[in-house]
């Protein structure tokens, strides 16, 4: 029996998704996360062995989430359903440990067949994320976002000051150095070319990576 875990900011979002699955036998929904802070605590108060997981949740990201997850549980399932088209976040999703990566605008028939293909071991890929692997796996990174050349690390503290997040509170929260957090800015802005915050911000926004 597949146990899921719903994390997902939107009530809509949400019962829409309990909606799609009601009439599968073999998936129930024992759980919900309403913020990226839930995730471990609904998943250690519940027997859920299965996530499906928000990129954009409030209080901790979808992929600083994804990333303890993998770090906890290493063979949870989890599956990224999101807002945001493959080419933002789906390859640094699998990366981190991610079993497969689905758009929200997917039909109902595609999630019920991501989620049993991930629980019986295999990796949900769609036909336009294959054709971007590909792409980096021969070295033709042209559909390739900027982004993607940064580190886990990198990205993560860019996305983080994109968000308005002090480097002082970035240091304290992900128990780094603020010298360190200061290096790691020097690298984001060096790797994508930035001048200053503004530009950082710009792109994040034009990229919705926030």
């Given at each position: 029996?597949?146990?899921?875990?719903i994390?997902?900011d939107?009530?809509?979002?949400r019962?829409g998704l309990?909606k799609?699955?009601r009439?599968?036998p073999?998936?129930?929904?024992?759980a919900e996360a309403?913020n990226?802070?839930?995730?471990?605590?609904?998943?250690?108060?519940s027997?859920?062995n299965?996530v499906?997981?928000?990129i954009?949740?409030?209080?901790?990201?979808?992929?600083?989430?994804?990333?303890?997850?993998?770090?906890m549980f290493?063979?949870l399932?989890?599956?990224?359903?999101?807002?945001?088209?493959?080419?933002?976040y789906?390859l640094r999703?699998l990366?981190a440990g991610?079993?497969g990566?689905?758009?929200?605008?997917?039909?109902?028939?595609e999630l019920?067949?991501?989620?049993k293909?991930v629980?019986n071991?295999?990796?949900?890929?769609?036909?336009?994320l294959?054709?971007?692997?590909?792409d980096?796996l021969?070295?033709d990174?042209?559909?390739?976002?900027?982004?993607e050349?940064?580190?886990?690390r990198?990205f993560q503290?860019m996305?983080?000051?994109a968000?308005?997040e002090s480097?002082?509170?970035i240091?304290e929260?992900?128990?780094?150095t603020l010298?360190?957090?200061n290096?790691?800015?020097?690298?984001?802005n060096?790797?994508?070319?930035?001048s200053?915050n503004?530009?950082?911000i710009r792109?994040?926004?034009?990229?919705k990576?926030i």
């Open positions: 029996m597949i146990n899921l875990l994390a997902d939107y009530v809509l979002i019962e309990k799609v699955l009439n599968e073999d998936i129930t929904v024992v309403t990226g802070a839930e995730v471990l605590k609904k998943l250690k108060k027997d859920a299965f499906v997981l928000d954009n949740m409030p209080v901790k990201s979808g992929l600083d989430v994804l990333f303890d997850l993998k770090r290493p063979q399932p989890v599956l990224i359903l999101s807002m945001y088209p493959e080419k933002t789906a999703s990366k991610a079993s990566y689905l758009c929200k605008e997917s039909a109902a028939e019920v067949m991501a989620i293909k629980w071991g295999g990796k949900y890929i769609t036909a336009s294959a054709e971007l692997l590909a980096t021969v070295g990174n042209k559909l390739l976002v900027s982004h050349t940064l580190s886990d990198e503290i996305c983080k000051i968000e308005g480097l002082k509170s240091s929260n992900l128990s780094l010298s360190t957090v290096t790691y800015r020097n690298r984001i060096e790797k994508m070319k930035f200053s503004t530009d950082l792109y994040c926004i034009q990229n990576l």
